[in-house]
């Protein structure tokens, strides 16, 4: 191949790599649709392509919520409850909020206040993409689990998680935190003499890592304490599915 082709060859190669590598697990976390929709239709939009409306508890989103828009908060059964099944706890209403007849809570005013559920509003959707399962399975199991979490329009699937960039890295160990297991799955394996990324297989791993790694040791975790370091696939523990993009 001659230079001119070679260079041509390699941005091609390259340029969905340096996209993935653009993009970050942490995020924002959330993201405004400024469209007017229902509750309901605002929460089913935002499941398509996100992960539901945006809960807000114990979050420090507020100081950053700028617009007017539902949020993942309902009267069900009488109580106020999160989409997440979280109870409300000390979030505050807005003045005289909220009122008896009006069942959906929108942001406004930097607070909470209640709506009829029909009203059109925009909304925030919660946007993330590193998602802690809270079970405890296998690598395989694991890796089945998140790719069963497909959208039914298939708009959107999940993988176990790519943890290529340092602060991506980072923010899995944070994350890691609030699991109930010490360790918690990536989608790192080895696999036919090679380790890869199951979510993102022609993604070069800068990682180090054995070359001849010990049977026992063929699946990725990262842990409270330390990044990633590779452990018995058969071992139970929770782990992460990273949501992939909409088009
Ligand atoms: C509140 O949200 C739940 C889903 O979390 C839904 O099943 C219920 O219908 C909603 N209630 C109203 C009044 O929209």
Redesign the pocket.
């Given at each position: 191949m001659d230079s001119y082709l070679r260079r041509v060859f390699m941005l091609v190669l390259l340029t969905p790599l340096m996209h993935l590598v653009s993009s970050d697990l942490r995020g924002l976390g959330y993201v405004f649709i400024p469209d007017a929709e229902t509750?309901?239709e605002a929460?089913q939009c935002c499941r398509t392509c996100y992960s539901g409306l945006l809960t807000i508890n114990g979050a420090d989103y507020e100081a950053n919520l700028d617009d007017e828009g539902w949020i993942?908060l309902?009267?069900?059964d009488g109580s106020w409850?999160w989409?997440n099944?979280e109870p409300l706890d000390n979030l505050q209403w807005h003045k005289d909020e909220p009122k008896d007849e009006e069942?959906?809570a929108m942001w406004k005013y930097g607070s909470l206040k209640s709506e009829q559920?029909s009203s059109s509003k925009s909304f925030y959707c919660a946007d993330q993409k590193l998602v802690l399962i809270s079970e405890e399975k296998t690598w395989e199991e694991a890796l089945q689990h998140c790719r069963d979490l497909r959208s039914p329009s298939h708009d959107m699937w999940y993988d176990l998680v790519t943890l290529e960039m340092h602060k991506d890295k980072t923010f899995a160990m944070e994350e890691a935190q609030k699991a109930a297991t010490d360790e918690v799955w990536t989608g790192l394996r080895y696999l036919s003499s090679r380790w890869f990324w199951v979510g993102d297989g022609d993604k070069a791993i800068r990682h180090a890592l054995p070359a001849c790694p010990d049977q026992n040791n063929l699946c990725g975790a990262v842990s409270k304490t330390r990044r990633l370091q590779t452990r018995n696939c058969m071992e139970r523990k929770n782990f992460f599915c990273q949501r992939r993009e909409c088009d």
């Open positions: 509750w309901e929460n993942g309902n009267r069900t409850t989409i099944g069942d959906c559920c």
